[in-house]
């Protein structure tokens, strides 16, 4: 264990960010799930902007990187299209 000042306070601020980052990693993953089991096109229409305005927050947080949410928010665009014709 870290015995300086400011060695204890950097494992409360990694802990601290390490439990946000999680959460904020599973709600994103969930979101995707939940979108990817979508069969409604109407429904998956509306929740598409909502869904890629959480993974561009993710990105610009560095969350997970800008290329992971483009690819996402692609995938799930065709998705959204595929239910779509």
Do not use: C, W
Not at 14 to 27: A, H
Not at 45 to 59: F, G, I, T
């Amino acid at each position: 264990m870290a015995n300086h000042k400011s060695a204890l306070k950097r494992v409360r601020q990694s802990s601290t960010r390490r439990l946000r980052n999680r959460y904020y990693g599973k709600t994103m993953r969930n979101a995707v799930r939940d979108f990817r089991a979508l069969t409604d096109a109407a429904e998956a229409q509306s929740k598409l902007p909502e869904l890629n305005s959480l993974l561009d927050r993710m990105a610009s947080k560095g969350r997970i990187h800008k290329n992971k949410a483009a690819n996402l928010k692609s995938s799930l665009a065709q998705h959204a299209n595929a239910l779509a014709v």
